[in-house]
């Protein structure tokens, strides 16, 4: 059985299988060491979650058991996950066109999540890792171990501890730990950036990739951003649409962020309507300030609290 070990994390470990009719699965197990009740809470709140979630960008549940422990199943993802990929120095380089295909599956699926549910699912762990790739390279959004759902009439939902990963933080979330779709927003503002530079969200300085983006974004030199391993072999008219839509996500102020109704927006519609998010000087000046005062590396990196399984519900080995 440990050889079907694909991930491994601080409260779940996930085996690759196989059903009797031929089908690759993944099995997401709490571990057997953790007596953390906190945790074995949200295990069975990812299954009551995830458990009616249809969407071809969100990773659907198949089957749970509760029997001599708690089990997930689900279908096994072949190419692994965004980060896998993205990361690996053994591969080449992500072709453009597959990166914008991420981009936007991982849009459409998480304006899904927020707008196209039963009730309203804010992810809270939007990232490279938690992104799985179908053979054809369709993106699944997985891991719903942080995720909450909101009652149509609360605007938003305050949570503690912070939890999270670090350099994907929203500024009101660890600061005064609240969430709403905006916390989702600016989380995906940072995925965008990494999928474009392919850079990871924190460089080994603990410099976080939206503060180093940002400027260059400001400046509208958002070819400096771009992957140097593409050598300039990508779509100019795409890029543009990627960096002004993460450019918008990763806005302290969330309520200059975009929805991701406004998001798929940019990315699919159209020429795009720039100064219809043109923020007034004085919100600009008050948002260079907070983040100034407020030195997003640090207390990112003092917020570390983050449990996330390598590749989620990962890659395999022998495809």
Excluded at 45 to 53: L, N
Excluded at 190 to 214: C, M, T, Y
Aim: aromatic share 8%.
């Amino acid at each position: 059985m440990s050889g079907n070990l694909v991930g491994k994390g601080g409260y779940a470990e996930v085996y690759k299988g196989k059903l009797e009719e031929g089908e690759k699965i993944a099995v997401k197990r709490l571990t057997k060491t953790c007596s953390d009740e906190r945790k074995e809470k949200e295990f069975l709140m990812e299954i009551g979650t995830i458990g009616h979630v249809r969407h071809p960008n969100v990773l659907s549940l198949l089957g749970c058991c509760i029997d001599n422990g708690l089990y997930l199943v689900f279908q096994l993802s072949s190419k692994g996950s965004v980060a896998s990929l993205l990361h690996d120095e053994n591969l080449g380089p992500m072709e453009w066109e597959t990166r914008y295909k991420i981009a936007v599956g991982t849009a459409r699926g998480l304006h899904y999540l927020h707008k196209g549910c039963q009730r309203r699912i804010i992810h809270r762990d939007i990232k490279a890792s938690n992104i799985l790739l179908t053979e054809d390279f369709e993106p699944q959004i997985s891991d719903f171990g942080l995720a909450k759902w909101l009652p149509s009439q609360w605007t938003h939902h305050s949570i503690a501890p912070i939890e999270g990963t670090f350099g994907h933080l929203a500024p009101e979330y660890y600061l005064h730990g609240i969430v709403d779709e905006k916390t989702d927003v600016f989380a995906f503002g940072v995925f965008l950036l990494e999928v474009i530079s392919g850079r990871k969200p924190v460089d080994g300085s603990h410099q976080s990739l939206h503060n180093w983006a940002k400027p260059i974004l400001k400046k509208g030199e958002i070819e400096k951003v771009v992957d140097p391993r593409l050598e300039g072999a990508y779509d100019e008219r795409e890029l543009k649409r990627l960096g002004f839509a993460a450019s918008l996500c990763i806005r302290a102020s969330s309520t200059w962020r975009p929805s991701m109704t406004q998001v798929l927006e940019v990315l699919e519609e159209g020429d795009i309507d720039k100064d219809k998010w043109k923020m007034p000087e004085d919100e600009e000046e008050e948002e260079e300030e907070e983040e100034q005062f407020w030195g997003f590396e640090d207390l990112e990196y003092e917020y570390d609290t983050s449990m996330s399984l390598p590749d989620s519900i990962g890659s395999t080995s022998d495809q």
